[in-house]
C-alpha cells in the first residue's frame, strides 16, 4: 500500500506518531485499524470539546453528590435536616448526571 501525502500532512502525523513514540508508518496502520475495528471513532474537534465539556460537567456533578454524601454523614450525626429533604436533592443530582450521561451519549453518536 503505498501513502501519498503532502510535507504538511506529513508533519502532522510525524507529530501525532512521535507522542505516541512510534514511527510513522505504524502510527498510521495503527490508527486506520483501530478504526476500522471499529475501536476509535474520529471526531470533529468541536465535537471533542463538547465531550471533554460533558465529562467535566460529569465530575463536577459526581463531587456535588459526594459533598452531599459527606453532609448526610453529618446529618446523621445528629443535624437537623429531614431525610426526605435529603433524598430529594440527591434525586436532583442523579438526573443532573443521568441527564448529562445522555448528552454525552447523543453527542457521541452525532445527535443533538
Do not use: C, W
Request: aromatic share 2%.
Amino acid at each position: 500500500m503505498n501513502l501519498r501525502l503532502n510535507s504538511l500532512e506529513y508533519a502532522v502525523l510525524l507529530t501525532a506518531a512521535a507522542k505516541k513514540h512510534q514511527q510513522v508508518g505504524a502510527y498510521v496502520a495503527a490508527s486506520a485499524l483501530a478504526v476500522a475495528r471499529e475501536e476509535v471513532s474520529p471526531a470533529p474537534v468541536e465535537t471533542k470539546d463538547r465531550l471533554r465539556t460533558l465529562a467535566e460537567a460529569r465530575v463536577s456533578v459526581n463531587r456535588i453528590g459526594n459533598n452531599l454524601n459527606q453532609i448526610a454523614h453529618v446529618l446523621n450525626g445528629g443535624g437537623e435536616e429531614t431525610p426526605e429533604r435529603l433524598a430529594a436533592v440527591l434525586a436532583v443530582v442523579e438526573r443532573a448526571v443521568a441527564s448529562l450521561d445522555a448528552a454525552t451519549i447523543a453527542t457521541m453518536q452525532g445527535e443533538r
